[in-house]
């Protein structure tokens, strides 16, 4: 089997996989959900309901305030506690509704019959599936929470291929790796559904070799559709990016500063596609979500599918995690990911993971001088330089960074601190580069 990937760049991390065969455990709502309105890149939504309202579960308790946002709903039947300001992971408040749980909970629907023609009725007319999508509350569950109904807006004619990220090349998430076992039919319904409203002829589901189960499963549920493919790719990191993904798929390159739709693409998470099944079949707005807790000393590395607003803490205990001095906790997986202060917080619509790191791993290197050794530059996977942009973000020449450096197209997968022999905080500095000229923006 020839197996694709991406170039420039990239790296091979060791997997930790330590929950790949652990089956996903649903669990019931907790007294209550705390449910903060920022659960999407963009603005947030806007608070619809009042302290001491009664909610059903799938009512909208919050609408979208702009076209960059999202809708979000109750998981739960309860009642509204409060709505207001509640501490975040990392240290600054944020507004959230907060629900107690009623006694009496529904079932949550499971697969529904997919022989219907709902993509060819999709075809005839999208528009109303789009905005299905956006009440829905759907944004992406990889991580970067883009409101899913503007990515599936696009012009007719422009795209002819949508790309699936399945890939999961984070080390030790699993989240992905768990839905695809337990839902590759509805995958594949919600791929075809998906490519009607974007008006794609061809779809392809990427997937790196070290899930081969996953490979098979959507394989055999693609079987009959001759405008879906499966493409096995070789495990190599950061793939799941974009344009790298992009690349390994369909040797299609994305321009600087451009989009997939200007090489006639769409990609979407495969937990995303899911979530449009939900939404486009079942009637389900985006709830619930599941969550891997893991670490290399974790007593029960797991995958949880929870109610959003469903406590942090709480799932670090049902996994027997039992936090010590030094230890770090990160939110997402231990390459893109951030370390939070707080785990007294909720699970939100683009929490994939929960990474426990004990102390004797979690402490940084000392930092040494830059050796000149461009392993940087070797492994970045856009041809950038880190070294430099790096150097100049840290004396505070960002603009440098930007004009001579490229420092705007890094998608800060960490590549570079991973191999640098200096321990040399690279993407930090270049982070900090990046915030001054967003904050610039802002003025």
């Not at 109303?128 to 569950?141: C, N, Q, W």
């Not at 879906?228 to 790298?244: D, F, H, M, N």
């Not at 909720?346 to 004990?358: C, Q, R, Y």
């Not at 982070?431 to 000229?437: L, S």
């Amino acid at each position: 089997m020839t197996l694709h990937t991406f170039h420039p760049g990239g790296i091979h991390i060791p997997d930790f996989k330590l929950s790949a065969s652990a089956p996903i455990v649903d669990l019931a709502p907790v007294a209550s959900l705390v449910l903060p309105l920022g659960q999407s890149i963009g603005s947030p939504s806007r608070a619809v309901v009042a302290v001491g309202q009664d909610v059903a579960a799938g009512q909208i308790i919050a609408e979208p305030s702009s076209r960059i946002s999202a809708a979000l709903h109750s998981p739960v039947f309860g009642v509204v506690k409060s709505v207001g300001s509640v501490d975040g992971p990392w240290g600054y408040p944020e507004q959230a509704v907060v629900i107690s749980v009623g006694d009496a909970q529904p079932e949550q629907g499971g697969l529904a019959d997919m022989e219907g023609d709902m993509p060819g009725q999709i075809r005839a007319c999208a528009r109303p599936y789009i905005e299905k999508v956006r009440d829905a509350g759907l944004v992406g569950m990889g991580g970067a929470t883009f409101p899913t109904h503007v990515k599936l807006d696009v012009p007719p004619g422009k795209v002819d291929t949508l790309v699936i990220n399945a890939v999961e090349c984070e080390p030790y998430l699993t989240c992905d790796h768990a839905l695809m076992l337990s839902a590759p039919a509805a995958i594949v319904y919600g791929v075809r559904l998906a490519m009607a409203i974007v008006g794609a002829s061809k779809a392809v589901i990427g997937i790196e070799d070290n899930k081969p189960d996953a490979i098979k499963a959507l394989s055999v549920h693609s079987g009959d559709c001759d405008d879906v493919e499966v493409i096995a790719l070789r495990s190599r990191y950061p793939q799941g990016g974009e344009k790298q993904l992009i690349h390994a798929t369909l040797r299609r390159e994305v321009p600087v500063g451009g989009l997939p739709s200007d090489v006639g693409v769409v990609v979407m998470n495969v937990a995303t596609i899911y979530a449009l099944y939900e939404a486009l079949v079942l009637g389900q707005p985006l709830t619930r979500r599941i969550v891997t807790v893991t670490g290399p000393e974790v007593p029960r590395p797991a995958n949880y599918r929870v109610p959003l607003g469903y406590p942090v803490r709480e799932l670090l205990r049902l996994s027997g995690v039992e936090l010590g001095a030094g230890d770090k906790v990160v939110f997402g997986g231990p390459m893109m990911g951030r370390a939070v202060t707080n785990v007294d917080v909720p699970v939100t619509k683009g929490l994939s993971g929960i990474l426990v790191l004990p102390a004797s791993v979690a402490g940084r290197a000392s930092v040494d001088p830059c050796v000149r050794c461009a392993k940087c530059v070797e492994v970045c996977p856009m041809g950038l330089e880190p070294y430099l942009i790096s150097t100049l973000s840290r004396l505070g020449q960002v603009d440098e960074a930007v004009g001579d450096g490229g420092m705007m197209s890094c998608i800060e997968c960490g590549s570079c601190s991973y191999v640098c022999p200096s321990s040399r905080p690279l993407l930090d500095y270049i982070r900090y580069g990046k915030g001054v000229v967003r904050s610039r923006k802002k003025r």
